[in-house]
């Protein structure tokens, strides 16, 4: 395995360790893909460092059972905030076919 590929999984791996960040967020931070993150966290650093994959697959997996505490505290938050904030989508139709607000 190319060496900077072993320390970017590495880094990847040490970074969610003490940050306990997203796959996407990491993926930010070290501007690659979603995709790259998770292939280098799921089967890169199984070859690497087993102990620290599983520890890493831990992370993971409380992220997966907290994920729809997540998307139900993001809903909420969208209605407190009420229709001032449409969706983009909503806007880009409405824009399509000539609607305007009431």
């Known amino acids: 395995m190319n060496e900077n590929i072993k320390k ?4 990847e791996a040490n970074h969610i360790l003490k940050t306990q960040d997203t796959i996407r967020n990491t993926a930010g931070i070290f501007s690659v893909s979603k995709s790259t993150v998770h292939n280098d966290l799921n089967t890169r650093l199984k070859k690497i460092d087993e102990n620290l ?5 831990k992370i993971f997996k409380s992220h997966e ?3 729809h505490i997540r998307g139900g505290e993001a809903t909420k938050e969208k209605y407190r905030r009420g229709n001032n904030n449409e ?12 609607i305007s607000e009431k």
């Not at 970017?8 to 880094?11: G, I, N, Q, S, T």
């Not at 994959?53 to 697959?57: A, V």
């Not at 969706?87 to 000539?98: E, F, I, L, P, W």
């Open 87 to 98: 969706s983009k989508q909503s806007t880009v139709y409405d824009r399509r076919y000539n």
């Open 65 to 67: 059972e907290s994920k």
């Open 8 to 11: 970017r999984v590495l880094e």
């Open 53 to 57: 994959s599983n520890e890493i697959s």
